[in-house]
């Protein structure tokens, strides 16, 4: 009986008319023939999504919920489906069975594998049928269509925000945890951010990957450029009600407007300090920390501000550009030349 039983669990009677497809049962048939007719009778409550299994609505539903039933024994991750447990464990093992053949590159998955040989080949089949926009793999093209659907499917169990992608959830909720991952091997800086460190790493390398090409300045960060640009922007719309200065970013206008009202929302964890901008703040509190992120190429002096790493640099490069108007007599600081002036009685 044990036999018989074995050989009709390898039976597949069920064959599908379209693809030719066997199965073992009726069920297993049905279910089938819903990827040719696009049938989906399992509906999300939340957001609507459909399905054509109520298997995958169950997992679905652990978007919303959070729900991560799947845990690895190594390092505690949790995961919404098996799956997705099976592909973490191979951070683990170290297995890369697939390799690509023209860079020699290993890869833990076969999709990882084909997706990164499309890197060679410029290949990317999936288009947005909106804008146009071509992506190398089809997650990639799921979630560009949801800057066009604003479907946001990740929300903020502790707040209630909404993510339109899974990780933008994970970095939101670094918020409420304060969990910082990411750290500097120079300096030990920590954030929640990896994209953080990076950027954090230019002020040890001096790399500033970003150029006007108006005047040829570099910044390492694009939106620092960004806000260069501006200076070169003639068109100032934002304009102080108070004292008629315009500026051209709105940003820029709040925060001048706090030197008339003497707001000061920064405020010094350590000494009480208190600053109308975030980034007076930042500097002040490398008074506490000791942090002199700027450093000299010459003599390895090191400063807490880059206005004073600029100014040091004059006594290597013998550059004066702080001119007496009464005798020419020239300064490398602003400061000397102000206390010159004095001697003028001007």
């Known amino acids: 009986m044990m036999t018989h039983n074995l050989i009709r669990i390898h039976e597949k009677p069920y064959s599908c008319k379209v693809c030719g497809l066997t199965f073992s049962t009726k069920g ?23 399905f054509s299994q ?3 609505l169950t997992i679905h539903m652990r978007t919303h919920t959070g729900e991560n039933p799947y845990k690895c024994v190594i390092c505690a991750s949790a995961f919404s489906t098996r799956s997705s447990l099976e592909r973490h464990m191979k951070i683990h093992t170290g297995e890369k069975p697939y390799s690509c053949e023209t860079c020699g590159s290993a890869f833990s998955l076969k999709s990882y594998l084909k997706q990164h040989t499309q890197t060679h080949t410029g290949e990317k089949p999936y288009a947005c049928k909106i804008c146009g926009s071509e992506f190398s793999s089809d997650s990639d093209l799921k979630r560009h269509i949801r800057t066009h659907t604003g ?15 899974k990780f933008s959830l994970k970095n939101h909720q670094r918020i409420h945890t304060g969990e910082k991952p990411y750290s500097c091997e120079v300096c030990g800086f920590a954030s929640a951010h990896k994209s953080y460190i990076r950027i ?12 006007c090409e108006v005047c040829l300045s570099t910044f390492a960060e694009r939106g620092h450029l960004t806000t260069h640009m501006k200076t070169h922007d003639s068109e100032k719309p934002y304009a102080c009600k108070t004292c008629t200065l315009s500026f051209s970013r709105k940003h820029n206008l709040i925060s001048h407007m706090m ?6 929302p920064y405020s010094c964890e350590v000494c009480g300090s208190a600053f109308s901008q975030k980034l007076s703040l930042k500097r002040h509190m490398r008074t506490h920390t000791g942090e002199k992120p700027f450093k000299c190429d010459v003599c390895d002096s090191a400063f807490s501000q880059k206005i004073n790493l600029k100014a040091h640099m004059r006594t290597h490069t013998g550059e004066k550009p702080y001119n007496c108007v009464a005798c020419v007599t020239a300064f490398s600081r602003k400061s000397s030349l102000k206390r010159h002036m004095k001697t003028h009685n001007v």
């Open 200 to 211: 954090h790493m230019r002020t040890h390398t001096g790399e500033k990957p970003y150029k």
């Open 151 to 165: 479907d946001k499917l990740y929300s903020c169990q502790v707040c209630g925000l909404a993510f339109s992608l």
């Open 28 to 50: 297993s048939l049905k279910r089938h023939m819903m990827t040719h007719t696009h049938e989906k009778p399992y509906f999300c409550e939340v957001c609507g999504s459909a």
């Open 259 to 264: 030197k008339h009202t003497g707001e000061q």
């Open 54 to 56: 109520k298997h995958n």
